[in-house]
């Protein structure tokens, strides 16, 4: 999406302490300065599971079924009732679409915040489902390649800028943890390309995708197109909540009807429509149960940093940076 279609918010979040002059002097200058150590984007050295974030949660879900807790897999929740104060149950329908009724006396909703506003029965104010309607996400295609050779390059993922392609980003599995590659000897590079569902590079096919991304390797002198000894191609709808025109109205219209509902919280990412990290995504699930137990945190005064401020800035509301204004071709630009 081009620039003039973002908010900055967008950026500020991703490059909070970042100056130009900063990162030309991590470019250029001796490694390890100190004074560079608390700008986030340019640390080189973190901790991470051997096979990935997923086993923090299937450890998490083992050991919450050793303590007895029911966890329901695999089901959409598509119904949310409610009286004018509380929620009461949620309807769910599985893979063979059956559908459940589950009651209860609080709910935590991380679903994305549109689907969350239009699952609303009866449903809420005119005002919210509009501002749901309105709210964007950003959709995103991962070409896994197989490569025949380790050591391709030093970093677990470069940014591409080079308008002559298509791929905005590249991860180095092997540089994110060894053992996410099963053979030792082959290199995993996974080319991120972002789109909407449904657009050109969306509904290309497999074979053609793994193609472009070899191509795309080749001219960006990386490796040469022959040296791919496999491929396949992963599709993740809604990754990113768009920063849009009025994205942050729209939130505050939703919010602030939410906020009627004593027993129900959203968090998350695409539950609160912010382009948080995990660990900002995780805090708000942590003082989200602490409500359950009858504190009263503000999820939204959770920041990007994953720090909980009662005072100061609240990120999701007046940031006072710019959003851009709508225009005719909004949305219909692809990468
Ligand atoms: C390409 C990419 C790279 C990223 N890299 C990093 C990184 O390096 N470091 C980092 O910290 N973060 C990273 N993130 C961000 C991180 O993935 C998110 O912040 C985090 O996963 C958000 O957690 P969540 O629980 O809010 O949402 P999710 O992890 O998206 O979980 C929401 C869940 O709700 C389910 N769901 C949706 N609708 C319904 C429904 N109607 N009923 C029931 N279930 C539903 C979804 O299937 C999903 O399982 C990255 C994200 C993307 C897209």
Not at 26 to 47: E, M
Not at 125 to 142: G, H
């Amino acid at each position: 999406m081009p620039c003039t279609q973002i908010s900055a918010d967008w950026a500020a979040q991703r490059i909070k302490g970042l100056s130009l002059s900063k990162a030309i002097w991590n470019a250029l200058g001796p490694r390890k300065r100190h004074s560079l150590q608390t700008v986030k984007t340019l640390i080189d050295r973190f901790q991470y599971p051997r096979f990935g974030p997923g086993m923090m949660w299937e450890k998490t879900r083992d050991d919450l079924q050793k303590q007895g807790a029911l966890l329901q897999m695999g089901e959409e929740v598509i119904t949310i009732h409610r009286t004018s104060t509380r929620v009461t149950s949620i309807i769910t329908r599985n893979r063979s679409g059956e559908t459940h009724q589950y009651k209860g006396d609080s709910f935590v909703a991380s679903m994305p915040l549109r689907d969350c506003v239009l699952a609303f029965d009866p449903p809420l104010s005119p005002a919210a489902c509009e501002a749901a309607l309105r709210l964007q996400y950003r959709d995103f295609l991962t070409v896994a390649l197989i490569i025949g050779r380790t050591g391709l390059f030093p970093d677990n993922w470069i940014y591409v800028h080079d308008p002559s392609v298509r791929l905005g980003r590249i991860q180095n599995f092997n540089n994110w943890s060894p053992d996410l590659v099963p053979d030792r000897a082959a290199s995993c590079l996974g080319l991120e390309y972002f789109c909407f569902a449904g657009d050109g590079l969306w509904t290309m096919m497999d074979e053609a995708l793994i193609e472009l991304g070899k191509g795309e390797l080749e001219k960006l002198g990386l490796i040469r197109a022959e040296e791919v000894i496999d491929g396949c191609v992963v599709r993740m709808e809604k990754a990113y909540p768009v920063y849009s025109s009025g994205y942050q109205e729209d939130v505050n219209i939703i919010r602030q009807e939410l906020s009627r509902l004593e027993n129900f919280q959203v968090i998350g990412r695409n539950g609160m429509h912010k382009y948080n990290n995990q660990d900002h995504s995780m805090m708000t699930a942590l003082l989200a149960a602490r409500n359950l137990n009858g504190e009263k945190y503000d999820l939204w005064k959770v920041n990007t940093d994953a720090e909980y401020h009662e005072e100061g800035e609240d990120d999701s509301v007046n940031s006072g940076r710019l959003a851009p204004q709508k225009t005719e071709h909004r949305f219909k630009t692809q990468i």
